[in-house]
């Protein structure tokens, strides 16, 4: 079906067209029969039959719009689930991951800080023996 928006608001005309249809189709059936040349007790009886038939027809359709809501929310659940699933899975996975970058990082920090605490021994112990040798 064509659904047109309202460019402003972003309303849907589709359901606005469809009660209007639906009410003016209603409207000009019991408009028709009323003044058709029939007897007062043949005319009530035939909107009455008209009446049960719209009303079943409505009763279906209702059903059919319950089912497909049903449906639709079944399936969001089903994805709903595997998203969750999936995302408990990465959560965990990243979790792992973090721990085992932090504990290559903390060794391999620790190491460098050593080899720097060295080499500034190093230096300084130069840098004193550069002083007395100049001094």
């Given at each position: 079906?064509?659904?047109?928006?309202?460019?402003?608001?972003?309303?849907?005309?589709?359901?606005?067209?469809?009660?209007?249809?639906?009410?003016?189709?209603?409207?000009?059936?019991?408009?028709?029969?009323?003044?058709?040349?029939?007897?007062?007790?043949?005319?009530?009886?035939?909107?009455?039959?008209?009446?049960?038939?719209?009303?079943?027809?409505?009763?279906?359709?209702?059903?059919?719009?319950?089912?497909?809501?049903?449906?639709?929310?079944?399936?969001?659940?089903?994805?709903?689930?595997?998203?969750?699933?999936?995302?408990?899975?990465?959560?965990?996975?990243?979790?792992?991951?973090?721990?085992?970058?932090?504990?290559?990082?903390?060794?391999?920090?620790?190491?460098?800080g050593d080899k720097v605490k060295k080499v500034i021994?190093?230096?300084?112990?130069?840098?004193?023996?550069?002083?007395?040798?100049?001094?």
């Amino acid at each position: 079906m064509n659904e047109e928006k309202n460019e402003e608001t972003g309303k849907n005309y589709f359901t606005g067209i469809l009660t209007s249809l639906v009410v003016g189709l209603s409207a000009g059936f019991i408009l028709g029969i009323l003044f058709a040349p029939k007897s007062g007790k043949e005319t009530r009886k035939e909107i009455k039959e008209k009446s049960e038939e719209v009303i079943s027809k409505g009763k279906e359709e209702l059903g059919k719009v319950t089912d497909k809501t049903k449906e639709y929310m079944d399936r969001s659940k089903v994805k709903l689930a595997e998203l969750k699933s999936r995302s408990e899975d990465f959560i965990e996975k990243s979790r792992g991951k973090i721990t085992d970058i932090s504990r290559a990082t903390g060794s391999g920090v620790k190491e460098a800080g050593d080899k720097v605490k060295k080499v500034i021994k190093k230096g300084k112990a130069k840098a004193k023996k550069v002083e007395e040798d100049l001094s």
